[in-house]
């Protein structure tokens, strides 16, 4: 499959560990932020979102920060797995309708077993 | 249950060409937004549909049109294409309401 993660930053961690990729958004005006994991040869992959109301949400193994303050969202894995490995993607939104994702770069997570 | 399905998977066209990329929405889903991945990027926004209505545009040349149908599938069409063209299309379907957006696995479309 194409390789998605051609030149982006790499993050390499232990199986098990807990991995942390951060993300600088663009526009303070976003209201809603989103994090995809994107494998070779497939679309992007919903992980978890969060409003700007908020600045913490858990869901499975993950938990996504957001520090408005400094435009700074963050997604945290928990006891990373091999399978964890991917592409991970956040996006902003504003404008209330969530159909117009703006990117990020995007970072590779690599898992070593 | 279904996921957001795109078809074709891979075309091939040259410089000139004209193209037609199809999506089916996750059943329910009313709102269709569809993106260009370049290799090594970030998705970006092409188009949203909602509801049969165009409800934003990103920064594309007019080359680029869309349309949503009675049964909320959508089609992306792109004239006269360039090599510059060629890129993962990706189709995201939601139900709206502030849900977020679910992604099929893309056109890879390229362009000789």
């Known amino acids: 499959g194409e390789n998605v993660g051609l030149h982006l930053p790499t993050l390499s961690v232990q199986e098990g560990d807990n991995s942390i990729i951060n993300c600088a958004y663009s526009n303070s005006a976003s209201d809603y932020f989103i994090w995809y994991k994107q494998e070779s040869g497939k679309g992007p992959q919903f992980i978890i979102d969060i409003r700007s109301n908020m600045d913490k949400r858990q869901g499975q193994r993950v938990t996504v920060l957001l520090n408005k303050t400094v435009k700074h969202l963050s997604l945290q894995i928990a006891a990373t797995q091999p399978g964890d490995s991917a592409v991970y993607f956040c996006?902003?939104?504003?404008?209330?309708?969530?159909?117009?994702?703006?990117f990020g770069k995007g970072t590779k997570l690599s898992v070593k077993p | 249950d279904a996921g957001v399905t795109q078809s074709p998977t891979h075309l091939i066209k040259t410089r000139g060409q004209h193209v037609t990329l199809r999506c089916s929405p996750i059943s329910g889903h009313k709102s269709v937004s569809w993106y260009q991945q370049v290799l090594g990027q970030g998705p970006q926004f092409i188009f949203q549909y909602y509801e049969k209505e165009e409800r934003g545009r990103g920064n594309f040349p007019d080359r680029f049109s869309a349309r949503q149908f009675p049964n909320y599938s959508s089609e992306l069409n792109v004239n006269a294409l360039l090599l510059g063209d060629s890129a993962l299309y990706l189709c995201?379907?939601?139900?709206?309401?502030?849900?977020?957006?679910?992604f099929g696995d893309g056109t890879r479309l390229s362009i000789l």
């Open positions: 996006a902003e939104n504003y404008g209330g309708s969530q159909g117009n994702l703006i």
């Open positions: 995201a379907s939601s139900s709206g309401g502030g849900q977020p957006q679910h």
